[in-house]
């Protein structure tokens, strides 16, 4: 029995590494780091856009809680717009208010007396609480009666509306508080 060593390089099988597998084997490898880091870039990414939109989120319901707020100064600048106008009005338009003031008290009877006057050139309207004092026999409801009927009979005022009244004493006589709203022509009103 012999045993036979063969100690001679010889082509043939031999167990080796094919450069195009480690080749692709790389490019797989790369494309999994880079999968890897856009994941996680994209992650860091949705995490900032997520603190943004909590950040105006926490804005948004500040802001919603002045709407109030701004409403109200909103009806505010309004009002203060209106009133103003109306003294804009009021200097440019001296004629048509003191005739209305002539008119007023023109037909009001000796027996009442205005306390407050509002003149609103928008709705074209006018106003105004008084007392009506008893003296002699006139009574304070027939003393405003009359008045409202003068203001009917008026060429400048029109359809008297009596807000209210309320029984009151007005040095020791029996008096009656009272507000009406009339409406008022504005040219008949501005004539001279």
Do not use: C
């Not at 003149?119 to 009359?146: C, D, H, R, W």
């Not at 029109?158 to 009272?178: I, K, M, V, W």
Request: charged share 25%; aromatic share 10%; proline share 5%.
């Amino acid at each position: 029995m012999t045993i036979k060593v063969d100690l001679l390089d010889r082509p043939g099988k031999r167990m080796g590494f094919d450069p195009v597998i480690i080749f692709l084997v790389l490019i797989v490898i790369v494309f999994i780091a880079f999968f890897i880091y856009w994941g996680k870039h994209y992650d860091d990414q949705m995490s900032l856009r997520k603190d943004e939109i909590n950040k105006y989120d926490q804005k948004i319901r500040a802001l919603e809680s002045k709407i109030p707020d701004i409403q109200k100064q909103e009806k505010e600048n309004q009002a203060l717009e209106e009133q103003i106008n109306a003294i804009k009005q009021l200097v440019f338009d001296p004629i048509r208010y003191r005739n209305l003031l002539d008119e007023i008290a023109y037909i009001m009877p000796n027996t009442i007396f205005i306390q407050n006057l509002n003149i609103e050139p928008g709705n074209q309207t006018l106003q105004f609480g008084g007392l009506a004092v008893e003296i002699g026999e006139e009574t304070p409801l027939n003393s405003i009666s009359k008045f409202m009927e003068a203001i009917r009979n008026s060429p400048i005022l029109d359809t008297p509306n009596l807000a209210s009244t309320s029984r009151t004493q007005y040095e020791g006589r029996t008096a009656f508080g009272f507000a009406i709203e009339v409406k008022y022509k504005p040219d008949a009103a501005a004539k001279q």
